[in-house]
């Protein structure tokens, strides 16, 4: 069938529908059914393959074998495991149906003013490296004189005492 559809009840399709079609209660697409139009509905259940706008004013539900090509404005909405789904979802309290027509533009909905605030840079926190230890060298040693003390001893570890290195040597 080809043409806009408008029926006070419910409907259950399971052909082949183009165009309009809006329901005052619900709309059932069976497995075999192929929609090449806009559905309006209280509840609407797809089974079958959908190519167009959905408004659904309570529920829309994809089941598994179900395909849905099309933006959607419902009030809930129920994909299930295995079907297929491709469109923008607005969803909303209940769902009001418009006529969603391919060659009318919609009117956007009216969205509070969300205004972003400028981000401050993050800082950059660099972790600390850590450095190997530095490798030991040996420098040659200098001989230092061996000094003892007034009464011939060696210091507390039993080596010989360095000599003070303060101040100009005193002569003897």
Not at 82 to 110: C, H, I, L, Q
Not at 121 to 143: H, L, R
């Amino acid at each position: 069938m080809i043409g806009q559809i408008y029926i006070e009840g419910d409907l259950r399709i399971g052909g082949t529908i183009e165009g309009e079609v809006e329901v005052t209660g619900d709309v059932e697409v069976d497995d075999m059914a192929k929609v090449k139009a806009s559905l309006a509905g209280r509840d609407v259940s797809i089974k079958g393959q959908v190519n167009g706008a959905v408004v659904a004013r309570k529920r829309l539900v994809i089941a598994r074998s179900g395909s849905l090509t099309g933006d959607v404005h419902v009030a809930r909405l129920i994909i299930q495991d295995g079907a297929a789904f491709s469109g923008k979802v607005s969803m909303g309290g209940a769902a009001e149906v418009r006529p969603a027509r391919a060659a009318e533009p919609e009117a956007p909905a009216a969205e509070p003013e969300v205004k972003a605030l400028p981000e401050a840079p993050a800082p950059i926190v660099a972790a600390p490296v850590a450095a190997a230890p530095a490798p030991k060298v040996a420098a040659p040693a200098a001989q230092a004189p061996v000094v003892r003390g007034k009464s011939g001893k060696t210091g507390k570890t039993g080596k010989p005492v360095a000599a003070p290195t303060r101040g100009k040597p005193k002569r003897r």
